[in-house]
């Protein structure tokens, strides 16, 4: 079935580590997205990617990293430089398209997110 | 800039209820309005969609028309079950391949 993967489900990091989430696409979309949900709270944008190879910081992209080396892969790294990375992370990804895609809507599509916990 | 206002939860009704969900808008032009829902330790699932002034989206006994005049894509159900429960969140994209921006969310719990 097509749709988007994230993996682990849930991780726990440690104090000054580094951790990377997986997220994949068989949706052949162009777009990918990853946003970060605090418990009570709406959806912040972290990284955002338009095109293969090339990505922009969203509102809160201090102490992230991303990489978009294949189309249907946009692994997340929280840093050691993220302070307070607890928090449900969420990658979805989209199909910008042409002016008809822009008539039907241009609709982000969701993972079932990763919970990460720092211990 | 764009943003998105739903009105403050936790709503709760008793089950076959009327459900209304208020959502407001800022953005020039003509964005794409959405509502998703998640339920419990899930992601988000689209709900329904509206991509131009009057247009109405539905699904699963939900609506919400988008009203241009009034900036706002009010989420209903005539009669809601405790199924129904999760949180609700209203979202607008401007341009196609632009960002998501969505509102604060709105927690619903439905009583048996």
């Known amino acids: 079935d097509g749709g988007i993967t994230q993996s682990p489900k849930y991780l726990f990091r440690k104090e000054g580590q580094n951790v990377t989430l997986s997220c994949e696409q068989n949706?052949?979309?162009?777009?990918m997205y990853w946003y970060r949900q605090d418990p009570g709270q709406g959806l912040r944008l972290i990284y955002y990617?338009?095109?293969?190879?090339?990505?922009q910081k969203g509102d809160i992209a201090e102490g992230y990293s991303v990489s978009r080396e294949k189309k249907e892969s946009f692994p997340l790294t929280v840093t050691s430089a993220q302070k307070n990375p607890t928090a449900f992370y969420l990658c979805?990804?989209?199909?910008?398209?042409?002016?008809?895609?822009?008539?039907?809507?241009?609709?982000?599509?969701f993972g079932e997110g990763s919970w990460l916990t720092v211990v | 800039g764009n943003s998105v206002t739903q009105m403050e939860g936790p709503v709760t009704l008793s089950e076959e209820a009327f459900l209304t969900i208020n959502c407001t808008y800022t953005?020039?032009?003509?964005?794409?309005l959405f509502w998703y829902v998640q339920y419990p330790g899930e992601g988000l699932q689209l709900l329904l969609k509206?991509?131009?002034?009057?247009d109405k989206g539905s699904n699963k006994g939900f609506e919400a028309t988008y009203r241009k005049e009034t900036t706002s894509f009010h989420l209903e159900k005539g009669s809601v079950q405790v199924s129904d429960s999760a949180v609700y969140f209203c979202?607008?994209?401007?341009?196609?391949?632009?960002?998501?921006?969505f509102g604060q969310g709105t927690e619903l719990s439905v009583k048996p």
């Open positions: 979202a607008l994209i401007k341009n196609q391949g632009g960002k998501l921006i």
């Open positions: 509206a991509t131009k002034a009057d």
């Open positions: 990617s338009q095109i293969v190879n090339d990505f």
């Open positions: 953005a020039t032009g003509y964005p794409s």
């Open positions: 949706l052949n979309h162009d777009a």
């Open positions: 979805a990804s989209s199909m910008p398209g042409d002016r008809t895609e822009r008539l039907s809507g241009n609709t982000i599509y």
